[in-house]
């Protein structure tokens, strides 16, 4: 108990950060109990209703509940970006693992291909491959996925690299550990720290790639509640039914300041590099 | 550390700026209905919606956007209530067989480039429009065409009662044949006798000039710029601010913006569209059963989509032509008005039942799951196909909305890849709906009619079909166009959404802007400055 409240003392702005961020998560897994109304279905005869005690965000198009479909809307981003981002890790970690520690002909095969991705400007060859895989939240994460690995297997290699010929390792080499050992318990938990600081300062980034490219309509179909779905729909009514862009847009920019403050502050916690 | 906790004020400055940043952003685009600029004398803009990827007449559809833009002309055009007028031929006649159309074609016309009209060179471009566009033997098919000095004869194999309004179709568009030799149509444009001549035309600009040889009076503009702006809030938005002086087809949410405004000027009028999604019943779909067609059909609120949701700018659906045309709308009977109880129980009798109790009802273990292909350049669009998605989970079914770009469209739609698929279609596009009806739902017999990729197939319509294509008396005609229409409601052939009214509006700085039910017109040599 000392030592936690010692480590807030400490981390006096992490720890801020990550109660907002408990909150949203906690919003995203408990979104079906805190909708005031149906997210889903809508009584079309009350469509575009400003805001009012009974909608505190108004109504859409459909005559849906806009505070309703935001709130749903947390679970259905935050559910894929978490997803993406683990994905990510876990593809950058196998990837850069195995051409960092390996070398040779593994890695000139790898890294070529990180080349050949990274050589792509990300968001326009992830619309396309969104585009030709049609539009769905399981192509979205996978286009998004096919063009982000690169710079994590890149980063982890590097890493892998400068571990490789450290005393420790080659000392359990001469001991005759077998490698997946090695890798499991020598070179992961060394490399660990500064992948999941990366992968908490993209979580933002992310959240406003799936968000783009769900507005250009190759992300989430409808009716899915997705922010940058419910933007597009709103766009139509700019003019008219501003809240209906306003909401879900505020939505995006609260959450991913959030997440972005928290990863930066993070990094600070745990980058030995910083001390 | 220090720079660190620089580094974090500066990114909480930088996101307090975005935030400021798009504020301003909304709240200019708010201001923007006042800014509306005079229109210049010289030159005309125009926010227009266009498909096309060329200004060949014979490519697809794109000899709509020739006419529209006030190039190209064709032998007759549709005045306001639809009726054939004449325009490069200034008057026709048939024999008394009915087999032998003559057409007198204006002495006085010239092309842009300055070459006389003849009637050779309007044989030329008909026979030219046959050779290169299979949709041409959809409208007739002929046994010769031939030039009698300043007369056109055309020998059609059967009688054909449209065959003037046939000619209206931009298909038909006359060009100037003699002109091709050195000149690329589809990428020059085409030359024609219209009132403007192409200057540029990319896909997204075109750039029309003054015709120094229009035959029908002065040309009132030196230039006419045409921005394709295809999603209609922008199109909404150049208007406001003055970058075009005419828009068209504003959307039912933008409208409002415009109505009682004094320093813009609306035209609208019910069209000749209709807003329609086909049902896929080829053998082994799960709509080839006509019980849950008509579930489908009778599941969907269409009074509210348009009443309410499109704020009454689209005319409730229930039969294929418009009530603007009159074709017995209010006589025919829909057995597939809005009812959910009936739908469900029409489910039930099919075999369809929910039993794992997820919502969407299964049959054989297959779920009640239907893929509804739309594309979004027309607003409504997708507004039909999300409250359709709405209305039919409550009965069990689970539509999935599939938005693919308007390009694609047609060519799903004749391959049948789809189980709904949602189309904006004009009616009457020869005058009366006689192509309309055969195209979408006569019997595709190895794609001899391949607009009918949906499979359905009904003996007594196309019978009732061929009695109409020999028919020229016009009452009896309006009663086999009611038949017909009666056999499709009854076979639930197809969902009706909604009758657009369409509109262009236009800033006050221009006068003489006007929307013809039939959408082939809108750069006419009647737009002027106004005084």
Redesign the interface.
């Given at each position: 108990m000392e030592k936690k409240m010692e480590f807030i003392r400490q981390h006096r702005l992490f720890t801020f950060y990550t109660v907002l961020v408990l909150l949203i998560v906690l919003v995203a897994l408990f979104a079906p109990y805190l909708t005031p109304q149906d997210p889903m279905e809508g009584n079309m005869k009350n469509v575009l209703q400003t805001p009012s005690s009974e909608h505190l965000l108004g109504t859409d198009k459909l005559g849906r509940d806009t505070l309703s479909r935001i709130i749903a809307g947390t679970q259905v981003s935050l559910f894929m970006t978490i997803c993406l981002v683990v994905l990510l890790a876990v593809v950058g970690l196998l990837v850069g693992i195995a051409s960092g520690y390996f070398g040779g002909k593994v890695e000139m095969v790898l890294m070529r291909f990180a080349d050949m991705m990274l050589a792509f400007p990300g968001v326009v060859l992830a619309i396309a491959i969104a585009g030709i895989l049609g539009g769905s939240v399981v192509n979205t994460i996978l286009a998004l996925l096919v063009v982000g690995w690169a710079k994590y297997a890149r980063l982890v290699r590097s890493l892998v690299i400068k571990l490789r010929h450290n005393d420790f390792i080659l000392a359990a080499q001469v001991n005759g550990t077998r490698t997946r050992d090695i890798l499991w318990r020598h070179v992961l938990p060394n490399i660990l720290p500064m992948v999941v600081i990366t992968g908490a300062m993209d979580i933002g980034t992310m959240m406003m790639e799936i968000a783009g490219l769900s507005f250009l309509g190759f992300g989430a179909q409808p009716p899915t509640p997705e922010w940058g779905l419910m933007l597009n729909e709103g766009r139509q009514y700019i003019q008219t039914a501003p809240w209906l862009m306003i909401y879900p847009g505020l939505a995006i920019f609260i959450v991913v300041a959030i997440f972005n403050l928290w990863g930066d502050s993070l990094r600070d916690v745990l980058d030995p590099r910083q001390e | 550390?220090k720079s660190?906790q620089m580094k974090?004020l500066w990114?909480m400055i930088s996101?307090g700026l975005?935030?400021v940043l798009?504020a301003g952003m909304?709240a200019g685009?708010?201001g923007g209905?006042d800014t509306a600029k005079g229109g210049d004398a010289k030159v005309l803009k125009v926010g227009v919606t266009n498909f096309a990827d060329t200004l060949e007449p014979t490519q697809n559809f794109f000899g709509w956007v020739v006419m529209r833009y006030g190039l190209g002309e064709c032998l007759t055009k549709f005045d306001e209530k639809m009726n054939v007028q004449p325009w490069l031929a200034e008057k026709w006649e048939v024999s008394d067989d009915k087999l032998t159309w003559t057409f007198k074609i204006r002495d006085n016309v010239k092309f842009s480039n300055g070459d006389a009209l003849t009637a050779d060179i309007v044989k030329a471009s008909i026979e030219r429009a046959f050779q290169k566009n299979s949709r041409a033997a959809t409208f007739f098919e002929y046994d010769e065409i031939r030039a009698e000095g300043q007369n056109l004869v055309i020998r059609t194999k059967k009688p054909l009662p449209g065959m003037p309004g046939f000619l209206a179709d931009p298909l038909f568009i006359i060009v100037d044949t003699a002109a091709e030799n050195g000149r690329d149509f589809s990428k020059e444009g085409p030359i024609c006798t219209g009132p403007y001549e192409v200057e540029s035309f990319v896909k997204e600009r075109a750039v029309m000039k003054k015709n120094p040889n229009y035959w029908d009076g002065e040309v009132p503009y030196e230039k006419v710029e045409i921005p394709s702006i295809d999603d209609?809030?922008t199109r909404?938005?150049s208007l406001q601010s003055g970058d075009v002086d005419v828009a068209v087809n504003i959307?039912a949410?933008?409208i409002?913006?415009f109505k009682g405004n004094n320093k813009f000027h609306i035209d609208e009028i019910s069209s000749l569209r209709t807003v329609l999604a086909r049902l896929n019943q080829a053998p082994g779909r799960i709509l080839s059963d006509p019980k849950v067609r008509a579930a489908l059909i009778c599941g969907c609120?269409r009074e509210?989509?348009n009443n309410?949701?499109l704020k009454g700018t689209f005319i409730p659906g229930k039969a294929p032509v418009p009530p603007s045309l009159d074709y017995g709308f209010d006589q025919l009977k829909d057995p597939n008005a809005y009812n959910p109880e009936r739908a469900a129980k029409l489910l039930d009798e099919a075999g369809w039942k929910d039993t794992d109790g997820d919502g969407i009802r299964e049959k054989d273990g297959k779920k009640l799951q239907l893929d509804f292909v739309v594309y979004?350049s027309r607003?409504e669009l997708?507004?039909y196909?999300?409250?359709a998605?709405?209305d039919l989970?409550?009965l069990g079914f689970d539509i999935?909305?599939?938005?693919v770009d308007y390009n694609l469209v047609d060519g799903m739609g004749i391959k049948g890849e789809y189980d709904l698929l949602i189309s904006n279609i004009t009616t009457a596009n020869t005058g009366d709906p006689e192509v309309f009806l055969r195209w979408y739902w006569k019997t595709n017999v190895n794609g001899d009619n391949p607009q009918n990729g949906s499979g359905y197939s009904n003996a007594k319509f196309d019978e009732t079909m061929e009695k109409l294509s020999v028919e020229f008396d016009k009452d009896k005609r309006r009663a086999l166009i009611i038949e017909l229409q009666q056999i499709l409601l009854d076979d639930g052939a197809a969902l009706f959404f909604g009758y657009p009214q369409t509109n262009i509006v236009n800033s006050v700085s221009v006068a003489g802007v006007k929307m013809l039910p039939s959408d082939y017109y809108w750069i006419t040599k009647d737009i002027k400055p106004a005084k």
């Open positions: - | 550390m660190i974090k990114k996101a975005a935030g798009a909304i685009c708010g209905g209609p809030n909404a938005m959307a949410g933008d409002d913006l609120d509210t989509y309410v949701l979004n607003a997708p507004l196909a999300e409250a998605q709405s989970k409550k999935k909305i599939n938005t």
